[in-house]
């Protein structure tokens, strides 16, 4: 059966999608991939020049490293797959300057970037609260990795799924405990018995509690194996819709790379 997808939310940082006719193992590929196999661009070096304002070059570095850049992935490569050998090239390698001077708030807008390509996802982000005559000189590198590496290149922040629930009601006396049970409020009484309607069921938490309070045996709570409810965020890098084709690009490549080894042996 060929795989299904139906959109319930879509913005340009998160979604929320059902996924149907899939395995288990492939759902939680796309999860993982979009964590940690996607590459992201991150500062990962940061020279500096001066700094008078009251945190340490250390921690000054640290904020840096955790500021989401944007990135596109058809024109940058991580510096060990870069044909330039480690010399790191443009290809795998980004400047972005910072000077600022006291007394103002240094934002994630005011770094300057070397490729126009290249900007903090989030222009608001606070850096550091400089005073009256502390001055931030600095030069930041950004590299693209993994986020198995290392969280700041993690491109995907939100990243779950669980199995559609499937709730049945045969021979229901209306007696409305499971009502009263339901901690989501989604089961009400219908002219034939409890029921759920629409897309309330997409609520469900498959607690079973509504079973449990049912004295006649009359709910059965299962899941659809073959069916997710995905719930995906991005952190800027990339619009949700590009994380997700980029995590299923991902797949395909090391299922292929797998193939061409395995025929190999």
């Not at 879509?10 to 590459?39: C, H, M, Q, T, Y």
């Amino acid at each position: 059966m060929t795989m299904e997808v139906d959109i319930l939310e879509l913005s340009e940082r998160s979604a929320k999608f059902i996924l149907s006719n899939a395995s288990a193992a492939f759902a939680n590929g796309i999860r993982r991939a979009s964590l940690s196999d996607v590459p992201t661009l991150a500062i990962d070096d940061v020279n500096i020049y001066n700094n008078t304002s009251v945190l340490f070059d250390e921690q000054l570095a640290l904020r840096l490293g955790l500021i989401p850049l944007t990135t596109d992935i058809e024109e940058f490569v991580p510096v060990e797959e870069c044909t330039c050998d480690g010399s790191e090239c443009p290809a795998c390698k980004v400047s972005l300057t910072l000077s600022a001077e006291g007394p103002r708030m240094v934002y994630s807008g005011d770094l300057v970037s070397s490729d126009e390509k290249v900007q903090a996802a989030d222009h608001n982000i606070p850096i550091i609260d400089l005073k009256e005559g502390q001055k931030v000189v600095l030069e930041a590198i950004a590299h693209m990795g993994y986020g198995y590496q290392h969280a700041k290149w993690q491109a995907g922040v939100a990243c779950g799924y669980k199995n559609m629930p499937v709730v049945k009601f045969e021979n229901c006396d209306q007696c409305g405990a499971c009502v009263d049970e339901c901690p989501k409020n989604i089961i009400h009484l219908g002219p034939n018995g409890a029921e759920i309607s629409g897309d309330d069921i997409l609520k469900c938490i498959l607690c079973k509690l509504c079973s449990s309070a049912c004295e006649i045996d009359a709910i059965t709570v299962s899941e659809d194996e073959s069916s997710f409810i995905f719930t995906m965020e991005s952190d800027g890098s990339y619009t949700v819709q590009q994380l997700i084709i980029n995590a299923g690009t991902t797949i395909r490549e090391k299922a292929s790379q797998l193939g061409q080894i395995l025929e190999s042996l």
